[in-house]
């Protein structure tokens, strides 16, 4: 992976969405969207199924957010992350982080076609915390 590109998603004036954020402890969803808010990022919590997480008004989709996200970080099987890069589109939202598990080929042809950064196969955790941003 670019280590630039991911330099560049993770600068702290981005504002994050986690779409697949969860009120579970154990899922990846709850952990990428704490790590992201406890590093003092600016982030929401994307999820339809779910009011609020850590005390967090929760949003329904990308375009019922307050604000427009830099940065969209996928923690949703592939099928999903087909259709949220063209809701990315159409809100000219142009990153995407990918958590390993999350991507597809279909969504990684979709952001190269459609001029949309994308970040793959590494742990915006992990590589948050690595880069000591």
Known sequence: MDEKLIEDFL?????????????????????????????????????????????????????????????VDLVVPPKVTDQIVKVCKKLGIRKVWMQPGSESETALNFCKENNIEAVYGVCVMVERRSKKN
């Open 11 to 71: 600068k702290k004036r981005n504002v994050f969405a986690v779409v697949g954020a969860s009120r579970d402890h154990r899922k990846y969803g709850h952990q990428v969207y704490r790590d992201l808010r406890t590093a003092g990022y600016t982030v929401y919590p994307v999820n339809p199924n779910a009011d609020e997480i850590l005390g967090d008004k929760c949003y329904p989709s990308l375009e019922s957010l307050p604000e427009m996200p830099q940065v």
